[in-house]
Structure formats: structure tokens, C-alpha cells
């Protein structure tokens, strides 16, 4: 076990009433926490996790909308870590809905007997490094208090929703009389919006699951569209059990080959090993007809290039263009809905029956890129010189992503350097992982990790086993802190930014940029290598003895 050392000079705070000491405090029990807790605990190690909800689940607790369920197949979207735990738990869907990913969370922290390390309703407000002690200082909304020699983010990077401000001051939000929903902080108690007059605004992948199903329910449907999303079917259904059958029967083979992936996912999908530009017209048509047919993300695995060739991108684009017209009905209404983006810059969406929702009597398209929202009204909204009335408005506008989650802490590292200053042009961080100037913090699915283009369970297990593997690395030579050096941090972004620039993701505003959250740093966050590149990176640092980690003892 790692030993609270260097705690003989308790802060006058602590004399008061000492703080509780911990090895390592974990802030967060989604799936990265949850596993966090898991593997460091099992140590030997003193862990707790700090979740601001009053459940463990993380995103799939807040993301609660009607509609919400996966885009990455269940079988592939679930931790690995435990091979009982994936031979015995069994899916019900090809993608999980919501309620199932949160049964297997709660599941998952009863079998591995980890609630009697998790504070719940435990917001943490603070985190500031002493360079004394040499350990975390941790509070929370609530009065609690805490100390640890290392402190783990597992924050999610899509866990602060994004609420515009809309017509400001003036017309603001808060002056809609009716009631206001976001799709990131949906009530838990049921909510009945049959008859209702509904708006959405935003069609990015949670719009895109929510309107039909809204569209099912409520009398009116306007959905307020500023950019086009492409949307594949997810082609949802019953877990096929004879595909489940073959998977379990060599679970392991089959996770090391997605791990293999770029994404972390879809091995069974691999791409065909040339340009979309070397296969002719007919050979094209059929590799996306099949993919479309397949269903999923899968559709921009069908050629090497369509994420890194703008031209072979394109040709995948019009396919989808073509799939849109085919789908609705009204021709305007159809090129409304076409997007005109790089496919793949912004995440691509997988939906059911989106596009043939516009042809339903009760659903309006509005766009409000060329007729911007100019102010929320008590009745609606103004949009193109014209009054939208509804009565409940749900927002689905999304997150601000990466590091607007870290920023709603008030973290600071050596110095008292504040990690909203550190950031202000953009999230400095070392292999996605460390900030220099913030010793002994782990970043989980951070920025500058390939964390937005992993399978998120891909992702957290491999940080998570990372960071276990140099916390022993540590103790086992009795060194005290780690903590990425200036130099080592500006050449891993600049190697994150080099990455963007020979993809097709720096051609479209997006949250991978930032874009999204107006005033926010225009800045390509996560890592686009791909997962096996990036991993074999963080290997590579940790076999050298962590150089670019400045380690003292
Ligand atoms: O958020 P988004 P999301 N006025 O940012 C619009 C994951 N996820 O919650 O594109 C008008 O994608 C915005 O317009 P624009 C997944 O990784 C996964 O949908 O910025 N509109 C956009 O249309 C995903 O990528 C699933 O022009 C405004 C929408 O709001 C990520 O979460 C399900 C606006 C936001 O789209 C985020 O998805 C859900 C404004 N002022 C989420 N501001 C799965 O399927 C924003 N918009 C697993």
C-alpha cells in the first residue's frame, strides 16, 4: 500500500477537523470511476470515488431522454476486464437502451461490492495540490473534505451540457413561460408530452434519437436545425443470440481484435484496404449499400480513407445525401435535411427512422442557420422574423466537451496555478493523461487522448490500467510525485494537432473543436491516431521509466 506520507503538517483547516486521508480519490462512477475504483482498490490501495449524482452510472443516469441508447453494439460497448463478468451478463438489444446500460452500472458496482467507496450526491467543488504534503486537498459541495496523494478525473468528456445563451439578456432562456428540458439533466420521474406542443433544438445524436420518439408523443413537433447531421440507421433490434453465442465463446479473442481497431469497435467491419477513389461507381455503391444495410458507425470503416481523404469522404457524403432524398417526401424538406459537411467531422449519428419523421403531418422543420434564433419568448422562440410557438422546449444542444467538466472544478496545481487558467487556449495535457504544473492528477478519456473516437470501455480500461501500472511503479522505488514536464506537454499537443490536420475532422465546427460553446477556444481536443497508435505511445512512455514525467521522491 502506498502510505499517506508527508502528512505531518496538517493545514488549519485540518486541525479543525482532520480531512480523510485516502491513497487515491477518484472523482466520478461512471464506467471510467467505477472501473477506476475496481482495479486500484483491488491494489491494496485506500480509493474513494466522489459522484456529484445520486447514482452511479454517469452518463447514462443523466442521459435519460426518451430514445437514448448507444451507438457502439452492447456486446463491444461493456468492460472486459472481468471474464465472468462478460460471459454472464446478458444484453438484450444489439444497442443497449438507456435503462439496460444503467442496470448493468448499478449491476457492475454490486458485483464488485463497490458503493462502500462511493460518496454519492457528492459534488466536488474543489481540488487543490499542497506542495507540502505533497497530496490533493478535495472538498465538496457539502461540506466534505478530503486529502489524497493522487486524484483521478473520471469527470467523462460529455458530462457538462452545453445551454446556450440564446437572445442573452434580453431573450433569454428564462423567459419561456413553459417548461424547458435538456436532454443531458432529463427528469427522472415520468414526463407525459402527449398532446403537448414540443420544440427541440439540436439534431446532433441526441436530437436525433429524441425526435422520433417525441414526434411519436406530442401533438406538434418543430425541430429548430442548425446544422444537417448525417444519421445511418442503427438497424436496432433483439440481441441475436446465435452472433452472442459465437462472441462469448472466445470473449477475449474478440475484444483483443477490437483493440486492434482504430475506434476500439467494429473489427467484424474492418476496411477495405483501398481509396473509396480507386473502386469504381458500382463497386462503391454496393460497399456503402452493404454497410447501410449492416447498420451502425460501421459505414465510415467501408473504404482506408473517408476520414482522411476529403474527395473519398465526399463520395461516402453523397451516398448518405441520396439515402436523405430518398427518405422524405417533401424535395425542400429533403435538402433541408442534407448536410453538406465532411461525413465523420462532426460524430456521426446512428438513428431510427429520423429522416422518415420528417414526413409525418405532425413534425416542422425549421432552420435556423440561415434564420438564427434571435430570442426565446414566453410562448416560443424568434427565428427568421417569425414567432415559433410551443410549450415545452427540450434542448439538445450538447456538452461542453472535454474540459468543461475539469473546469466546474476549481483545480489548482503548484503555485495555486489554476487549471481554467492553464487552459485558457486549449487543454494542455501530456498522452491525454497528465498536466503539467498538476503532480499526481490522472485524466481519464481526457482531452488529447483518443477518448472521443475509442469505444469509451476501450478507452477507460486502458487509462485506467495505465495509471495502476505507475502508481506500482512508483511505490515499488518509493517515489512520491509524477507530473508531466512543460516541454514533453507541448510536444504531445502539437502532435495531437499535427494528427487533426491529416484528418477530414478539422473541415466542420464540432465540440472536437470546441466550436459548440460560443467564447470557447478554437482548439482540436482529442487525439485522432487512432487507438492502437495511441496506446502503443502511452506503452512506450511507461516501459522508458515515464519519460516526459518529471518523478521525484
Ligand atoms: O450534442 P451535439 P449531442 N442554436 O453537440 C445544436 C454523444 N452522444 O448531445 O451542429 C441552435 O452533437 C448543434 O448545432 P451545430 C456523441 O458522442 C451519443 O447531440 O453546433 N442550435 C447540434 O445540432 C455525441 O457526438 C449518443 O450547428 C444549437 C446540437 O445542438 C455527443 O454525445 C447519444 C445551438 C448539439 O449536438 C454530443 O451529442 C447522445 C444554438 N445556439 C450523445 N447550440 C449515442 O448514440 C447547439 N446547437 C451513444
Redesign the pocket.
Known amino acids: 500500500m502506498i502510505t499517506a506520507s508527508r502528512q505531518d503538517q496538517p493545514s488549519p483547516e485540518d486541525r479543525a477537523a482532520p480531512a480523510q486521508a485516502f491513497d487515491v480519490l477518484i472523482v466520478g462512477a461512471g464506467f471510467g470511476g467505477l472501473y477506476a475504483l475496481h482495479k486500484l482498490r483491488g491494489m491494496g490501495l485506500e480509493v474513494l470515488a466522489l459522484e456529484a449524482a445520486e447514482s452511479v452510472g454517469g452518463?447514462w443516469w443523466v442521459?435519460r431522454y426518451p430514445g437514448?441508447?448507444?451507438?457502439?453494439q452492447s456486446l463491444e460497448y461493456s468492460y472486459a476486464f472481468s471474464e465472468d463478468l462478460q460471459q454472464d451478463w446478458c444484453w438484450t438489444e444489439r444497442?443497449a437502451a438507456q435503462p439496460e446500460l444503467l442496470r448493468y452500472a448499478n449491476h457492475v458496482a454490486d458485483r464488485f461490492d463497490l458503493r462502500r467507496d462511493i460518496r454519492l450526491n457528492t459534488r466536488v467543488l474543489a481540488a487543490h495540490f499542497d506542495e507540502v504534503a505533497r497530496r490533493w486537498r478535495v472538498s465538496s459541495a457539502d461540506g466534505g473534505r478530503w486529502t489524497a496523494r493522487f486524484l483521478v478525473l473520471a469527470t467523462g468528456p460529455?458530462s457538462s451540457p452545453?445551454l446556450?445563451?440564446?437572445g442573452g439578456a434580453e431573450g433569454g432562456i428564462e423567459r419561456f413561460a413553459g417548461r424547458v428540458l435538456h436532454?443531458?439533466a432529463w427528469p427522472k420521474e415520468p414526463l407525459e408530452l402527449r398532446g403537448r406542443d414540443v420544440a427541440v433544438?439540436?439534431?446532433?445524436?441526441?436530437?436525433?434519437?429524441l425526435i422520433p420518439t417525441l414526434a411519436d408523443q406530442a401533438r406538434a413537433l418543430t425541430v429548430?436545425?442548425?446544422?444537417a447531421?448525417y444519421v445511418v440507421p442503427?438497424h436496432n433490434g433483439p440481441l441475436d443470440l446465435a452472433w452472442e453465442a459465437r462472441i462469448k465463446a472466445d470473449y477475449a479473442g474478440f475484444r483483443a481484435r477490437n483493440r486492434n481497431t482504430y475506434s476500439g469497435f467494429g473489427s467484424e467491419l474492418t476496411p477495405r484496404p483501398i481509396s473509396a477513389l480507386d473502386a469504381t461507381a458500382e463497386e462503391r455503391e454496393a460497399a456503402f449499400e452493404e454497410r447501410w444495410q449492416v447498420g451502425g458507425l460501421g459505414l465510415l470503416s467501408t473504404f482506408r480513407d473517408l476520414l482522411t481523404n476529403p474527395r473519398a469522404n465526399e463520395l461516402a457524403a453523397e451516398f448518405v445525401r441520396g439515402k436523405i432524398r430518398q427518405a422524405v417526401r417533401d424535395p425542400a424538406t429533403a435538402e433541408r435535411l442534407c448536410p453538406h459537411h465532411p461525413i465523420g467531422c462532426?460524430?456521426l449519428?446512428?438513428g431510427t427512422g429520423y429522416y422518415e419523421t420528417f414526413n409525418r403531418p405532425n413534425v416542422v422543420l425549421v432552420d435556423?442557420?440561415a434564420h438564427?434564433?434571435a430570442a426565446i419568448t414566453p410562448a416560443g422562440l424568434v427565428a427568421g422574423a417569425r414567432e415559433h410557438r410551443f410549450d415545452t422546449l427540450v434542448?439538445?444542444?450538447?456538452?461542453d466537451?472535454f474540459t468543461g467538466p475539469v473546469a466546474r472544478i476549481d483545480l489548482r496545481g503548484r503555485g495555486g496555478l489554476r487549471i481554467q487558467d492553464k487552459w485558457r487556449g486549449g487543454p494542455l495535457n501530456y498522452l491525454g493523461l497528465a498536466v503539467a504544473g498538476f503532480p499526481n492528477l490522472f485524466h481519464i478519456a481526457g482531452p488529447g487522448s483518443t477518448s472521443?473516437f475509442t469505444n469509451f470501455f476501450v478507452m477507460v480500461e486502458h487509462h485506467v490500467d495505465w495509471v495502476a501500472d505507475c502508481l506500482a511503479w512508483l511505490d515499488a522505488r518509493g517515489h512520491t510525485t509524477i507530473e508531466a514536464s512543460t516541454e514533453a506537454e507541448s510536444d504531445w499537443v502539437a502532435f495531437v494537432n499535427a494528427t487533426a490536420e491529416k484528418t477530414v475532422y478539422l473541415g466542420?465546427?464540432?465540440?472536437y473543436v470546441g466550436?459548440?460553446?460560443?467564447g470557447k477556444p478554437h482548439v482540436f481536443m482529442p487525439l485522432a491516431c487512432g487507438f492502437p497508435a495511441y496506446a502503443k505511445r502511452c506503452a512506450a512512455v511507461a516501459n522508458s521509466g515515464y519519460e516526459g514525467f518529471i518523478i521525484e521522491a
Open positions: 452518463t442521459n437514448a441508447r448507444v451507438d457502439i444497442y460529455l452545453n446556450p445563451a440564446f436532454s443531458a433544438i439540436g439534431t446532433g445524436s441526441s436530437g436525433v434519437q429548430f436545425q442548425r446544422t447531421a442503427a462532426k460524430r449519428c446512428a435556423v442557420n438564427p434564433i434542448l439538445a444542444t450538447g456538452f466537451a472521443a466542420c465546427k464540432s465540440w466550436d459548440n460553446v460560443p
